[in-house]
């Protein structure tokens, strides 16, 4: 069973406001991730890192910011939301020194931007 | 540049029989690995099978199988004895381990299974 947690599950806004989604697992694995997904669409990746303090921007260019300072949290930030940022936000980690290294995945956060 | 083909926006298959769904990748790098993922209707992601890019037999977890063809960078995804259950999304991935594990995703392939 997969300890990948993400909070909050649902959230709706008004323009303009600071969000931070929260994502953490109890594994202990060194890589974590944030993917865009709209409804039965591309998984798109934002944000991942690679260990504590190490961060990289993903292959969809994104307004929002991701910090590592412990292995276990890796938070996603929007500084100024806006409707473009509705969508659902999937948050996955991995342990690098397993063979098949696969992502285990948290629940999502459904993020509408009014 | 790193990318994941699927050319299958969607699927359909008989109950019982098997699909065989397509992905291909483009990457220059020797070092990756390849994994299927379903999404039902649910939402969750479910890990199916994976391939690394040095393994010479072709991967299979129970009525799953993995056709790796490397030279023609494909990586398609085979069920056997499709049942109800299979209607979902498939998403083809690929880790790229020269990028600090960055792992990319296909576009998918909705599969519908026909009683």
């Known amino acids: 069973e997969a300890d990948i947690y993400q909070t909050p599950r649902y959230l709706v806004i008004g323009t303009g406001k600071k969000i931070t989604l929260e994502c953490s697992q109890t594994?202990?694995?060194?890589?974590m991730y944030w993917y865009q997904q709209d409804p039965g669409m591309e998984l798109h990746l934002i944000h991942y890192s690679y260990g504590v303090n190490s961060t990289e921007k993903g292959d969809l260019s994104s307004e929002s910011t991701v910090s590592r300072i412990r292995t276990e949290h890796f938070p996603l930030t929007l500084e100024s939301a806006r409707p473009s940022h509705t969508s659902q936000y999937l948050c996955?980690?991995?342990?690098?020194?397993?063979?098949?290294?696969?992502?285990?995945f948290g629940e999502g956060s459904r993020l509408t931007v009014l | 540049a790193q990318k994941i083909t699927q050319t299958q926006p969607g699927m359909f298959v008989q109950e019982k029989e098997a699909v065989t769904l397509d992905c291909t990748y483009d990457?220059?790098?020797?070092?990756?690995?390849l994994f299927w993922y379903k999404q039902p209707s649910s939402g969750e992601m479910i890990f199916l099978i994976y391939q690394g890019s040095y393994d010479e037999q072709n991967a299979t977890e129970g009525r799953y199988s993995l056709n790796f063809q490397k030279a023609r960078k494909s990586a398609n995804l085979v069920i056997s004895a499709s049942q109800l259950g299979d209607s979902a999304m498939y998403f083809c991935?690929?880790?790229?381990?020269?990028?600090?594990?960055?792992?990319?995703f296909g576009p998918g392939t909705s599969l519908s299974v026909i009683p």
């Open positions: 990457t220059s790098d020797q070092s990756y690995g």
């Open positions: 991935a690929m880790r790229l381990k020269t990028s600090y594990d960055k792992v990319i």
């Open positions: 594994m202990g694995h060194d890589k």
């Open positions: 996955a980690s991995s342990d690098s020194g397993v063979n098949t290294g696969e992502l285990f």
